[in-house]
């Protein structure tokens, strides 16, 4: 069974840093490229950042270049999200999403998610 | 940069046919999958490849892509569907989601 479980999250204020980790279980992990989700409180999703099979290929929204850096450990099947210089409008619930494989981009299994609030 | 746009929110009654509409510049050229997302729980993929469903999930929903706009549609839509549904596509090595459609069974 795959699972996909987020921690780190927390209260932490402006213009302050923030590690999020995600440990993978149940699948190949160096198998799969992996992302990080956000969800803003009472709004939609927004893709944050991902992270190629071998770490080689990175990609963030725009929000978010120059502030988070996403990298993974294959050997401790996990992956991160360094976020730097946080800003109010981070505040959201981050999720860890596995890409599934083949044609086409989507996200096959989620984490519960990990809770980021900046505030002073 | 690439934008995908839903209805804010679909009503259906039970036992109708409930479609969701996303739009996007030639869509129709791209993959596009579609979420479902319960109050308090994370997102559940339930359409990838435009009209493949994941093992689990009941053939009453389906999906369809063409020119600028794909198509989330609920058969028989019954109370446990409703929900917000995100469509998301990929773009330029970048990931986009609609805005989401909360969809009421009446």
């Known amino acids: 069974e795959v699972q996909l479980v987020e921690s780190g999250g927390g209260l932490v204020q402006p213009g302050g840093s923030l590690r999020l980790s995600c440990a993978a279980s149940?699948?190949?992990?160096?198998?799969?490229?992996m992302s990080w989700v956000r969800q803003a409180p009472g709004k939609g999703l927004e893709w944050v950042a991902n992270?190629?099979?071998?770490?080689?290929?990175?990609y963030y929204v725009d929000s978010v270049k120059g502030r988070f850096i996403i990298s993974r450990d294959n050997a401790k099947n996990s992956v991160y999200l360094q976020m730097n210089s946080l800003r109010a409008e981070d505040t959201a619930l981050y999720y860890c999403a596995r890409v599934g494989g083949g044609s086409g981009w989507r996200f096959d299994y989620w984490g519960q998610g990990t809770l980021v609030t900046v505030s002073s | 940069s690439y934008e995908l746009t839903q209805p804010p929110s679909v009503s259906v009654s039970p036992g109708q046919t409930a479609s969701i509409t996303c739009s996007g510049d030639?869509?129709?050229?791209?993959?596009v999958s579609w979420y479902q997302q319960k109050p308090g729980q994370s997102p559940v993929l339930v359409i990838y490849q435009d009209n493949k469903r994941p093992s689990g999930i009941p053939e009453r929903l389906s999906g369809s892509n063409s020119g600028n706009t794909a198509t989330l549609t609920i058969s028989g839509t019954q109370a446990m569907d409703e929900a917000d549904y995100y469509c998301?596509?990929?773009?330029?090595?970048?990931?986009?989601f609609g805005g989401g459609t909360q969809l009421t069974v009446l």
């Open positions: 992270i190629k099979q071998d770490g080689s290929e990175k």
């Open positions: 149940g699948f190949t992990f160096n198998n799969n490229w």
């Open positions: 030639k869509l129709g050229d791209k993959y």
């Open positions: 998301q596509a990929w773009d330029s090595s970048t990931v986009v």
